[in-house]
């Protein structure tokens, strides 16, 4: 269950567009995000979301987070998104997404994209996601280059040395569980597919079977903390950081 205090404590400040045609899910979603954001736009196609995207920029403002769906009328989300990331090529965008929209999936990783979120919404889920990216937002920029990076308070891996530590004690990884976390961990919340997967093995001279990545993905999971790799049904995996 999700800290409403803490989560309140990063985002009392930001400002969060929100774009969904469905009246009554974005209705019931703005309510809930009202309770923690400073200001929240919400609005029902792509195209108002643009406008409004746009007239900020103009007076050199940006929303902190832009949440979109993908099928709406007028603008879909992957266009928005497009367009958006042509404007501000560092917006925060998260995208939601039902389960027959897996082929919108793709252009969207594409362009960058590295949240989702699932629908019907599970606003804990959702919650969770924007607690993690307020957070993220929190940081010194220098952290972003860290050579530690925490799965829990007393889970890290450190990236030069390539060992996982629990307790300050080594966690065993095999050669190929230290290739995949290394990219899993190169860009934080990127979703990488089978194909970036074995494009990365193959830029290091290292061959994987893309019928093994889930088995090497089942293994590595077994040795962190619960939750922290995620699987994106169709899409692919990342890492679900933490932050103290």
């Avoid at 501000?88 to 969207?108: F, G, I, K, M, R």
């Avoid at 290739?179 to 290292?206: C, M, P, R, W």
């Amino acid at each position: 269950m999700i800290n409403s205090k803490e989560l309140l404590q990063y985002t009392k400040e930001l400002s969060l567009l929100f774009a969904e045609d469905h009246t009554e899910l974005r209705e019931n979603t703005t309510e809930i995000l009202k309770n923690f954001f400073k200001t929240v736009d919400s609005v029902e196609n792509g195209e108002e979301a643009l406008k409004l995207y746009k007239e900020k920029f103009q007076k050199n403002e940006t929303y902190d987070l832009v949440l979109t769906d993908i099928q709406m009328p007028k603008m879909d989300g992957v266009e928005l998104t497009q367009k958006v990331y042509e404007i501000n090529s560092s917006q925060t965008v998260v995208v939601l997404s039902a389960h027959d929209e897996s082929d919108y999936l793709l252009p969207l990783i594409n362009l960058g994209i590295e949240q989702f979120i699932k629908k019907p919404i599970d606003y804990q889920e959702l919650l969770r996601v924007l607690l993690n990216i307020a957070k993220k937002a929190s940081l010194p920029s220098s952290n972003e280059m860290q050579n530690e990076i925490f799965f829990s308070a007393d889970f890290i891996f450190n990236k030069e040395t390539k060992i996982l530590l629990q307790n300050a004690e080594s966690v065993y990884l095999t050669k190929y569980e230290i290739l995949f976390l290394e990219q899993l961990t190169s860009q934080l919340g990127k979703i990488y597919s089978n194909e970036d997967i074995v494009a990365h093995f193959n830029e290091l001279n290292e061959n994987i079977d893309p019928q093994n990545i889930r088995k090497l993905v089942s293994k590595l999971r077994k040795k962190l903390p619960q939750e922290s790799l995620e699987s994106i049904y169709g899409v692919g995996y990342r890492i679900i950081p933490f932050y103290n």
